[in-house]
Structures are given as structure tokens and as C-alpha cells.
């Protein structure tokens, strides 16, 4: 898998000072199990090191990117790398962006506006990541600020490795069959996210409009990736747990289902984390040849050995 990533966070001396912003949880876990695309338009722009810009107000609600250099508007230097590094991006099968935070280019909701006076006005998207965002709506992007916070770390995370997933299956010539195999593979999985839209996923599977199947792929991947970038929380957690237990409760004993409801109702008052009433579940999908369940995305989302569920802080 490939992500994009703010050079500086892999350790680049490209920062307008020439130091970094190593970021071990980029390099050293998810770099186990991807490839990154360094990008940095401010170091292809004006090198290393470099002057400081911000992002000043203009008149068209908008904002123009000023050195502090004494060149007043360098947007035009900066927009010309900005298109250099898109399309160095685009030509790779990139599955996501991890953007640096608060910086004027980089910088996911975190960059700061200021007004023409020099005070500070509010925060906004960075000028690439802006660029970014338009040429791709649908991809995985989040900034490694955000990314320490264990629920949006999981989230991301999570989001990552689905739309990997789906990218392969569409590489895979998928037929309706497969299509559907795939959704219920990702029953679960979806219902944490939004039950909404996996109802909805559900009737563009079922087509009954008779559609052909190029325009129910194409409808299916737009709703499947909105859906993905939504965020799970305990509530929809649990009741997604109490659902996969209906399919081991006649199966297992009444100790081994009051153990199993007690680790739910822990989940759901934040004693343990999501990992315990989980792993409870994938033992008995397995001692039970549950297939439906052990084909759940929702049991194995990402390599385990990430334990991103295995922090209490990863439910909200
Ligand atoms: S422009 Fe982006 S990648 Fe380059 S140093 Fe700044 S934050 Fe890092």
C-alpha cells in the first residue's frame, strides 16, 4: 500500500529551519505495511532553508500566501510546485495523505489565516492540501497532529486498509456476486461506521432498478468510501458486538454468554477495550466455524499487530 506523506514527518531535513518532524507511529508502525510518496512544495519552491510564509486574508474571503522575506505574494511560486508534487502523487496508487499539522501548506484545518493588520484570524486548510482535497474527495487524508488521538488514529487507520481493500477487489474484475460477497463482508464494519448508509449500500447491491452493473459499481464506491470516513463510537460498537453474539448464542454455553455480555457492557462503560469482547467473539467464530462472522472486516480491519484496539482511549 502506498500513502502520501508531508516529507518532514519521515524525518526530511526539508522544514524552512532544515530540522524535521520525525513521526515515529508514520515511519515505524505503518511503515511495517506501506510505501510512502514524499511530497514538500515549500522545499521545491524556495529550498532549504528557507524564509517563513503565512497565509494572509484577501478581499475575496479567500487567502494569498506572503513570505517574510519581503516578497509580498509568492502564491503563484508556491502553486506552480503545489501542481509538480500533485502530479507526482497522482501518478502513484496512493490510498491516503498523512499531512504535517498547523503548517500553511500542510496543514489539515489546522493552518492559520491571518488578517491584513497581522493578527490572526482563523484556521483553514493549508494551500496543498486545499489542491488536494479537490483532486481527491473520496481518498483518506488526516494530519499527524490528530493522528495521536487513539479514536481518530483507530478511525483513520481503519479507513485506510478498507479503501485499500475495496481498490484491490475493483482491480479484481468484480461481478455482482463478488460484489455482494463483498458488502457482507463488511456488514459489520459499516453498521460502526453509519447503519444509514449501509442500508443504502444494501439497496444499490440489491438493484432493483435493474441498473447495469458498471453504474451499481460506480454508485456503490462513492457511498463505500463516504461511508468508510465516517467515525465509529462505543454506542454503534456495542451494538454491533450484541448483534455478532446473536450468531454464536446458541452455540455457546450459558457461562461462556453471560462472559461474553459482561465484556460488552465493559466495553460500553469504558472498563476494557474494544480488543476484549472482540477477541471473545473471534474465538468462538472459530471454535464454531461461524464462517459469517470470521469474514467480518469488522473482526480484522488492519494487521492486528498495530493493538489499536487494545487502548481503552479508542472509544468515544
Ligand atoms: S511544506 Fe509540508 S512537507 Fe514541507 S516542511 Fe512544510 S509541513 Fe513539511
Avoid at 505574494?73 to 508556491?78: A, I, M, N, S
Avoid at 487513539?150 to 461481478?175: C, G, H, V
Avoid at 463483498?182 to 459499516?190: I, V
Wanted: proline fraction near 4%; charged fraction near 25%; charge should be negative.
Amino acid at each position: 500500500m502506498k500513502i502520501a506523506v508531508s516529507g518532514c514527518l519521515l524525518g526530511e531535513e526539508i522544514r524552512y529551519s532544515g530540522g524535521h518532524s520525525h513521526d515515529r507511529f508514520v515511519t515505524q508502525s505503518l511503515g511495517k505495511y506501506a510505501q510512502f510518496v514524499s511530497f514538500c512544495p515549500e522545499h521545491l519552491a524556495f529550498g532549504t532553508p528557507r524564509s517563513t510564509i503565512r497565509l494572509v486574508e484577501d478581499e475575496n474571503e479567500g487567502y494569498y500566501v506572503q513570505s517574510s522575506d519581503g516578497e509580498v505574494d509568492v502564491t503563484e511560486k508556491l502553486l506552480d510546485t503545489n501542481n509538480l508534487e500533485l502530479q507526482k502523487i497522482q501518478n502513484e496508487p496512493i490510498r491516503g495523505i498523512i499531512f504535517k499539522s498547523k503548517s500553511p501548506s500542510c496543514g489539515l484545518g489546522s493552518a492559520m489565516v491571518y488578517r491584513s493588520n497581522g493578527y490572526s484570524k482563523e484556521k483553514d486548510d493549508g494551500l496543498f492540501v486545499k489542491m488536494c482535497k479537490e483532486h481527491f474527495p473520496l481518498l483518506p487524508m488526516e494530519e499527524e497532529g490528530r493522528l495521536n488521538d487513539p479514536w481518530l488514529r483507530e478511525n483513520f487507520i481503519m479507513q485506510l486498509f478498507a479503501y485499500d481493500d475495496f481498490e484491490n477487489f475493483k482491480a479484481s474484475n468484480p461481478t455482482m456476486k463478488t460484489l455482494v460477497s463483498f458488502h457482507q463482508s463488511y456488514k459489520f464494519m459499516l453498521q460502526a461506521k453509519n447503519e444509514m448508509m449501509y442500508r443504502e449500500l444494501g439497496q444499490i447491491v440489491g438493484n432493483h432498478e435493474g441498473l447495469p452493473f458498471d453504474e451499481i459499481f460506480r454508485q456503490y464506491e462513492i457511498l463505500f468510501k463516504t461511508a468508510i470516513a465516517q467515525k465509529s463510537s462505543i454506542g454503534k460498537n456495542r451494538n454491533v458486538l450484541e448483534h455478532m453474539a446473536g450468531f454464536v448464542k446458541d452455540k455457546v454455553n450459558q457461562v461462556e454468554k453471560e462472559m461474553l455480555h459482561e465484556q460488552i457492557h465493559d466495553y460500553a462503560n469504558k472498563i476494557v477495550p474494544l480488543i476484549a469482547p472482540l477477541s471473545r467473539l473471534h474465538m468462538f467464530a472459530k471454535a464454531y466455524n461461524v464462517e459469517y462472522l470470521l469474514d467480518q472486516k469488522f473482526l480484522h480491519p488492519y494487521p492486528k499487530e498495530l493493538a489499536l484496539r487494545s487502548d481503552i482511549k479508542s472509544g468515544k
